[in-house]
């Protein structure tokens, strides 16, 4: 485990539980495998027993990990959570940017206190973990930032406000890649398709919903959040070293899907 892919690294999961306690989202299983290779996992969570949660995990697999609580969409524990990732160990390489939320309905149907939480969870968050990330990672030669957005960036169907903020979220990604990589830093996105994590059945998922959205995709498979984790853990290894500004999709291929011939 010393001797992985992420070994001396030291890496934040944002939003590093998950709401269903014993479920598998996209943050906790990125922190898992992060810990998994080596990396020593700051575990940022607003609700305290679900970091814990992944942290007996983790430590179970005999990895390294400590609880940061805090929200992410305010600016001082952000602040506070890059601080405590140097304090413990020195240095921050990895970011991944996990903390998202859904939201339905088109223009007519949402209102201005919807749209504004989802920008500020999904957008603003990122931004200002990023902001304090930048400078400790460029302290210790560069770093890789990984923002979690959506195919429903490209894909828009009914999801207006969550479409728009992982839109932002891909900008975001682009200008964090331009902006910092004189400083070493890369930045890329991961564009998930239809997960079957908790956040999307802990308010319940009928049957045929589910099926529905494992045959969206080409490959009529069920993503999760593991999928989401192995891309999170390549693009911040060093096996991803000539990688930046990239939007990478992990969806079986449901971008690709058409009327069919
Ligand atoms: N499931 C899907 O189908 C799907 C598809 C596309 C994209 N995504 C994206 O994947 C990510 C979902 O992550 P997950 O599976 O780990 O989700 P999750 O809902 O299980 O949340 C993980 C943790 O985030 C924490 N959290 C929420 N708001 C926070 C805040 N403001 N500050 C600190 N912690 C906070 C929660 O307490 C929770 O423990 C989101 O960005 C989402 O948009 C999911």
């Not at 308010?203 to 080409?218: T, Y």
Request: with cysteine; net charge negative; proline share 3%.
């Amino acid at each position: 485990m010393a001797d992985g892919r992420l070994k001396d690294k030291v890496a934040i999961v944002t939003g590093a539980g998950s709401r269903v306690s014993d479920g598998v989202g996209t943050g906790r299983a990125a922190a898992v495998l992060f810990a998994r290779e080596g990396a020593r996992v700051l575990l940022a969570d607003r609700d305290e027993a679900a970091a814990q949660a992944t942290r007996e995990l983790i430590v179970s697999e005999g990895g390294v990990a400590e609880v940061f609580v805090g929200d992410v969409t305010r600016e001082q524990d952000c602040e506070r959570m890059v601080a405590r990732a140097m304090e413990n160990w020195g240095r921050v390489d990895v970011l991944d940017n996990n903390v998202g939320i859904g939201s339905r309905g088109t223009v007519v149907e949402i209102g201005q206190a919807e749209w504004e939480r989802v920008l500020e969870v999904n957008v603003t968050a990122m931004m200002l973990a990023s902001k304090y990330a930048v400078p400790a990672m460029a302290g210790s030669g560069g770093g890789s930032i990984i923002n979690i957005a959506s195919i429903a960036a490209m894909r828009p169907r009914g999801l207006t406000a969550y479409t728009v903020s992982k839109g932002a979220v891909v900008s975001l990604t682009q200008a964090l890649a331009v902006d910092h990589a004189k400083q070493g830093i890369r930045a890329n996105c991961i564009a998930p398709g239809p997960l079957y994590t908790p956040m999307v059945y802990s308010d319940g998922m009928s049957e045929e919903l589910r099926e529905r959205r494992k045959q969206a995709s080409l490959l009529g498979i069920e993503g999760t959040g593991w999928d989401v984790g192995y891309a999170a853990l390549y693009l911040a290894s060093d096996e991803a070293r000539y990688v930046t500004g990239v939007v990478l999709p992990v969806d079986g291929g449901v971008l690709l899907r058409g009327p069919e011939r």
